[in-house]
Nanobody
Framework: QVQLVESGGGLVQAGGSLRLSCAAS????????MGWFRQAPGKEREFVAA????????YYADSIKGRFTISRSNAKSTVYLQMNSLKPEDTAVYYC?????????????????WGQGTQVTVSS
């Protein structure tokens, strides 16, 4: 069982930046592909970004491409989401997820473990 704990959310003005972190309990963290998803009020959870087990491959949703960067530190069992040029429409609860294979996934059913989420609010 992998436990994921997100941190780094908060309130920021439009155009600002935040860095989310997700710490994993699993010692074999490096074997998992990782992803970030988000869910805005009244909307379905959606894919944001994903990274393969070594970090050599990444994939982004079109809505955040060029503004967000996903990265990982296998030594620290942590995945990050650097969010720049934030917009009010980025307001959501952001979830970290782990996939029990090494390759990137972009859909919710592909992920096996989920964190509790961290709130990101972008004011206009």
């Amino acid at each position: 069982q992998v436990q994921l704990v997100e941190s780094g959310g908060g309130l920021v003005q439009a155009g600002g930046s935040l860095r989310l972190s997700c710490a994993a309990s699993e010692r074999t963290f490096s074997s998992y592909a990782m992803g970030w998803f988000r869910q805005a009020p009244g909307k379905e959870r959606e894919f944001v970004a994903a990274i393969s087990w070594t970090g050599s491959n990444t994939y982004y949703a079109d809505s955040i491409k060029g503004r967000f960067t996903i990265s990982r530190s296998n030594a620290k069992s942590t995945v990050y989401l650097q969010m720049n040029s934030l917009k009010p429409e980025d307001t959501a609860v952001y979830y970290c997820a782990a996939r029990g294979v090494r390759w990137i996934g972009t859909t919710i059913p592909e992920y096996d473990y989920w964190g509790q989420g961290t709130q990101v609010t972008v004011s206009s």
